[in-house]
């Protein structure tokens, strides 16, 4: 990386947080100064624009009653349309390929409901088998609604090392019985960050169309979706983008595909001006809030208002430059200070194939990570050996990197970790 040397004394990371230039962020999120927050890749802190903006809208529930659908700074009838014009920058679309709507999941089946239309020997949904298990538990669903078997019909590229794909081994499965492609944007637990440029032209010389699963790399990592022509995307709001638990999601369509009929149909689909005509003939709008369904989560997504004003304001490819120099020092701290006490890194160390976490591996990773959140450090455990360690652009410092990883040493010198049974909580 330009500029960046490693040293591993504290006043490092002190002399690194003032060059900073988005340090300001900082103090517009609530911090606690009992814990250092490394899960943002999992839930993001609450902004206190977030906050503003969600009580804005419950002060215009309150003073608007049914007339905020039409009313206020906001109104909640083209809130959907309004967000997805402000995400389109994160991930290099068109205002109108975007829009903010449903879940994960609930997004991926309106997609593959779309886009999946097996015929003849085209019949079968290329995946990977390093995918997060919700989509995989949806595209087993969409093979088997179309009388197929999802043993035969669902293709999971195999990772050659347990951590990583290669990117020869997913264009060799694009066969001609291939009528789809789903892959992760980023691997959720290596985070290793796929070529979707290279994946996207080769999915398309073969004729087959092709999605991306953004949930760990959308608010990290800028991506150009319309330039390199992706068919569709989807993701969710509540990691890196910071709306809050459960919070809605969003999804992309090129537009080259508007004006197709969505798989699923709801009256919030609708072209707006035709959607309280009422009637029983589906027309749907020539954007991508044509893959809406129900009546949108107005108070979910009222936080997206003032989370995404600092977006605008951070600009992605500033939050990109300050996420890698982080994740770098994160691994030349680890690097430096837990050799030989059984650690290994996981994630890609090459800044344009890693996202915004870092894998650290270890046989006691269950139990490491409860000793960490005992000495107020929060990271997240995923099966079966990984600790994700995700330093967040907006509100983390290299100094909270440092003190995390001193803290680490401390607990694995001590053996505070042999306390904790090694197996996950209930919610890892």
């Not at 081994?169 to 290279?198: H, N």
């Not at 009637?279 to 709008?285: D, G, N, V």
Request: proline share 4%.
């Amino acid at each position: 990386m330009d500029g960046y040397s490693f040293y591993p004394g504290l006043a490092h990371a002190q002399e690194l947080d003032r060059q900073d230039e988005l340090s300001r962020f900082r103090e517009e999120f609530y911090t606690s100064p009992e814990t250092i927050y490394l899960d943002g890749n999992s839930l993001g802190l609450l902004s206190k624009r977030a906050e503003r903006s969600l009580l804005a809208a419950l002060n215009d529930w309150k003073q608007l009653a049914i007339d905020g659908w039409l009313k206020g700074d906001h109104p909640w009838f083209t809130m959907a349309e309004e967000l997805g014009a402000k995400m389109a920058p994160l991930v290099g679309a068109l205002p109108d390929e975007v829009i903010v709507s449903g879940s994960t999941t609930t997004n991926l089946h309106q997609l593959v409901a779309t886009f999946y239309q097996p015929a003849g020997k085209r019949t079968k949904i290329l995946a990977d088998e390093l995918n997060f298990p919700s989509d995989i538990y949806a595209l087993q669903s969409q093979i088997r609604l179309r009388g197929l078997d999802p043993a035969d019909h669902l293709i999971r590229v195999k990772s050659r090392d347990g951590r990583f794909l290669q990117e020869e081994d997913i264009i060799a499965a694009m066969t001609d019985e291939v009528a789809l492609v789903v892959l992760p944007t980023v691997l959720y637990r290596s985070g290793q960050l796929l070529d979707i440029e290279r994946l996207t032209a080769e999915a398309h010389e073969r004729g087959i169309p092709i999605g991306f699963d953004g949930c760990h790399s959308v608010g990290a990592i800028p991506h150009q979706f319309h330039a390199w022509d992706v068919d569709f995307a989807y993701w969710c709001n509540y990691k890196y983008v910071n709306n809050g638990p459960g919070g809605v999601g969003g999804l992309y369509v090129n537009r080259k595909h508007f004006g197709r009929l969505p798989g699923l149909a709801g009256w919030f689909g609708s072209q707006k001006e035709k959607q309280f005509d009422m009637e029983h003939t589906f027309t749907p709008a020539e954007t991508a809030g044509a893959y809406q369904i129900g009546t949108p989560h107005i108070l979910s997504m009222a936080t997206l208002i003032g989370s995404l004003e600092m977006f605008h304001e951070a600009g992605i490819d500033r939050l990109r430059r300050k996420s890698l120099l982080l994740t770098r020092y994160l691994m030349d701290l680890i690097d430096y200070e837990l050799g030989g006490m059984g650690f290994a890194i996981g994630n890609p160390r090459e800044d344009d194939r890693r996202g915004g976490h870092v894998s650290l591996e270890h046989q006691d990773a269950a139990r490491i990570c409860k000793a960490l959140k005992e000495n107020g450090i929060i990271p997240d455990f995923r099966a079966p050996n990984i600790i994700r360690l995700a330093p967040v652009a907006f509100y983390n410092t290299f100094e909270e990197v440092w003190r995390a990883i001193a803290v680490l040493k401390t607990i694995m010198t001590e053996k505070q970790y042999e306390r904790f049974e090694n197996r996950r909580n209930v919610v890892a």
